[in-house]
């Protein structure tokens, strides 16, 4: 009997920065969208974790194990980095603090055995069921941004308007005076 891999993931989230750690059994299948990934796999259920970015693939990697070997397959349109280098529709074995990019995400591997003694021990609870993973929203201030951008362009604008209204008003060549003599009587 094959011997029980654990796969840690861990990464901070890039819009709040906070972070995310969880360890599955694999098949782990990543993506944008949950019904997109596969539930099953070879009689598995298949771990799916849903990161919302859309530089993400709605089923953009597979990470499985065979052979006591942990396994990452890209199944992505944009690839997906493992430590720097570009997988395309390829599959690569990872071993324990590789480091994976899927669009803005940095995801971090520990891998561990039940019989490892020289293992790090995994604290993070062990996930054994489909798992949907979506990072906490914070507070944004994109609309009023948007809204003081939009008064700032229109108060310099207005600004602009004037102050070249005023130089050429200045600079108008003057009509010269006439002189008009009128007789008194």
Known sequence: MEETIYVQLTWNDPQTGAVTQHTYTPPIAIGREYE???????????????????????????????GGQVILTDRSANGTELNGERLHQASRVLHGHDVIRLGSHRITITLATTNDPDATQINATTT???????????????????ILALVLVIVAAAAAWTLVTTLLEQFRPKPAPTQSSYLVQ
Request: no cysteine; charged share 15%.
């Open 36 to 66: 997109q990934m596969p539930s099953r796999l070879g009689g598995k259920t298949v771990n799916r974790v849903v990161l919302p970015d859309r530089q993400i693939s709605r089923f953009h990697a597979l990470i499985t194990s065979s």
């Open 128 to 146: 054994g069921a489909p798992t949907t993973v979506t990072p906490k929203r914070s507070s944004s201030y994109t609309g009023l941004m948007i």
